[in-house]
């Protein structure tokens, strides 16, 4: 049964990210087929984040370049004279004041470039946030997988079940 329903594009990136969780697991027929289904009726608008995503990544790739070679250039070195990275950075103390000028003269380079990636940025923010309307297909609850649905993932189910509340209610009081 596809039916409709009204999440935001982040809500549905995040159903997207569950149904692939589900992809390579083994399922009735009946339960495979409606996660390959809610797959692929989700798959157009996450396609068209990604691309968007990717342009925006391509807005700042040169400043991006630049800077992550300012940072190696300045970066603290290990015995070895390679640079010393601590939680996924370049660790700068020793050239903090020289590395500090030429970020900003940086900055100052790519200003325009860095404005832009900023507005698309926030209408990246914007996009996500807005609801949209979504096709998907249903499936009853007594369909599911006992094994694999804690609580949290029921309740991230909840809009695909074709029972109503009351007859949810019924099913699982009894």
């Not at 569950?18 to 608008?45: A, I, Y």
Request: charged share 35%; hydrophobic share 40%.
């Amino acid at each position: 049964m596809i039916d409709t329903i009204k999440k935001t594009r982040a809500e549905l990136e995040s159903l997207y990210g569950l149904f692939t969780s589900l992809k390579e697991e083994t399922f009735s027929p009946k339960f495979s087929f409606f996660v390959l289904r809610n797959l692929g009726l989700l798959e157009g608008e996450i396609t068209a984040l990604n691309e968007t995503r990717t342009k925006l990544h391509e807005s700042i790739k040169e400043y991006d370049t630049e800077r992550m070679q300012l940072a190696e250039k300045h970066a603290d070195k290990d015995d070895a004279g390679s640079p010393i990275i601590e939680g996924g950075s370049y660790k700068i103390i020793d050239n903090l004041l020289s590395f500090q000028a030429e970020f900003a003269t940086l900055q100052e380079k790519h200003i325009d470039t860095i404005a832009k990636f900023q507005s698309l940025e926030q209408g990246l923010v914007d996009l996500l946030s807005e609801e949209v309307d979504q096709k998907i297909m249903k499936v009853s609850y007594l369909d599911l997988p006992e094994d694999v649905f804690n609580i949290e993932k029921l309740f991230q189910f909840k809009d695909f079940f074709k029972e109503t509340e009351e007859e949810l209610d019924e099913l699982l009081m009894g």
